[in-house]
């Protein structure tokens, strides 16, 4: 549904610049940002874990070679938390100045756990299950998630919105991969038991081009809206 507005403007109710549904009452516009939020809070309290164990409260204290995987594991961390309200329309409503504040923390974020993960990936000591095609996949999609956000940074910066948003939402749904893979991983595992290597692989690979299959849908939705509008 919309709306004249003054000088013959009009506005879709139902569709913002992240393609989220914005007219359907308070809380339809948290179901994607709760969903968001859900689908990374399991590479989250990996995370944590992790970290916790690199601070020597179970595990090996932290030392110089630890820096990029702490610098890997906060970044992502808020880029997957931040990120999820950038899909809130109404949230953004209340706090104008939000999306563009938060956008350039996130932007610093994806890019220092996109270089980060790629550093891991190239000159870390991986554990057998992550070489190969494991390690060719983080290769190429950390590079496509890097590339995404330099090119959605360029898009804003010539005020194009339409691609900016859709650079920026490939890129998000890259950095929740993560997220997509324990899903993955967890309904395999129930049907199947253990996956050999090469599974692993594939199922890890199908959660980033889940990620963006639906990241193109999303993508699609919001043009064709705005495409309506005018």
């Known amino acids: 549904m919309s709306r004249d507005r003054p000088g013959g403007h009009h506005r879709d109710m139902r569709n913002d610049s992240y393609g989220t549904a914005t007219g359907r009452g308070p809380r339809a516009g948290w179901l994607v940002p709760t969903g968001l939020i859900l689908l990374v ?10 970290l916790a164990e690199l601070a020597g409260l179970g595990g090996p204290a932290a030392d110089a070679s630890s820096v990029p995987l702490v610098v890997h594991i906060v970044a992502v961390t808020v880029y997957g938390l931040v990120g999820a309200f950038q899909f809130s329309p109404r949230f953004r409503r209340r706090r104008p100045g939000w999306h563009r504040g938060a956008g350039r923390v996130l932007v610093g974020c994806g890019l220092a756990g996109a270089l980060s993960g790629l550093w891991l990936t190239l000159f870390s000591a991986l554990p057998p299950q992550d070489a190969g095609l494991v390690a060719v996949f983080r ?4 590079s496509a998630m890097f590339g995404s956000l330099v090119l959605g940074l360029a898009a804003v910066r010539r005020r194009d919105l339409r691609r900016h948003r859709a650079w920026m939402i490939r890129a998000y749904a890259i950095g929740l991969g993560a997220g997509t893979q324990a899903v993955t991983l967890g309904a395999w595992f129930a049907v199947h038991g253990p996956p050999d290597a090469f599974t692993r692989a594939l199922l890890l690979g199908a959660a980033w081009m889940i990620n963006l299959a639906v990241a193109e849908w999303v993508i699609r939705r919001g043009q064709r809206g705005t495409r309506l509008v005018s």
């Open 139 to 142: 290769l190429v999609f950390g």
């Open 41 to 50: 809070l399991v590479p989250v309290l990996a995370g944590a874990v992790r």
